[in-house]
């Protein structure tokens, strides 16, 4: 359990910066503008980031590729839960109308255009934590390439 107690630390306060960043553009009004939520991909990423770059910086030389990949996996997976788990609350409870607003070209075409958005938000997210995760892993991982020495 040791070994995921740091992922789950950044992973909920990665969802809790993509919870107040959600807050911030809903006291705008451009909670319902798509091109806005691209913005959750950065703040994922930096979150997802961080809790690499700190779990290599704990484990030093016994850090290997699995346990980063793991790291990262662990900390976007918990944030996107929380944050699905939220965005149902919101939009169910908090703000009822918020889904009507989003289902203008769909709501006549699905049943439970509900379900589709929590799971599109969630897919989103998964999604995002992989493709993330590997790319940072590029950058953390140790080479075992051999160097030759030019005379």
Same mark, same amino acid.
């Given at each position: 359990? @040791? ?26 009004? %451009?909670?319902?503008?798509?091109? =806005? ?25 016994? =850090? ?10 662990? +900390?976007?997976?918990?944030? +996107? ?17 918020? %889904? ?17 958005? =929590? ?30 020495? @030019?005379?």
């Amino acid at each position: 359990m @040791k070994n995921f107690t740091l992922p789950i630390r950044f992973g909920i306060a990665t969802s809790g910066s993509l919870i107040a960043y959600f807050l911030i553009l809903s006291l705008l009004g %451009l909670h319902t503008n798509v091109f =806005f939520s691209l913005f959750n991909a950065v703040i994922t990423g930096f979150g997802i980031y961080e809790a690499i770059k700190y779990y290599k910086l704990e484990n030093g030389k016994a =850090f290997r590729y699995s346990m980063g990949f793991t790291t990262g996996l662990t +900390t976007g997976g918990m944030a +996107t839960i929380i944050f699905t788990v939220f965005f149902a609350l919101y939009s169910t409870e908090l703000n009822p109308g918020f %889904l009507e607003i989003l289902s203008t070209q769909w709501a006549s075409e699905y049943q439970s255009f509900e379900a589709i958005v =929590f799971f599109v938000v969630a897919v989103m997210g998964f999604s995002t934590t992989v493709v993330l995760t590997l790319t940072f892993m590029q950058l953390f991982k140790t080479t075992n390439n051999l160097t030759v020495n @030019k005379p």
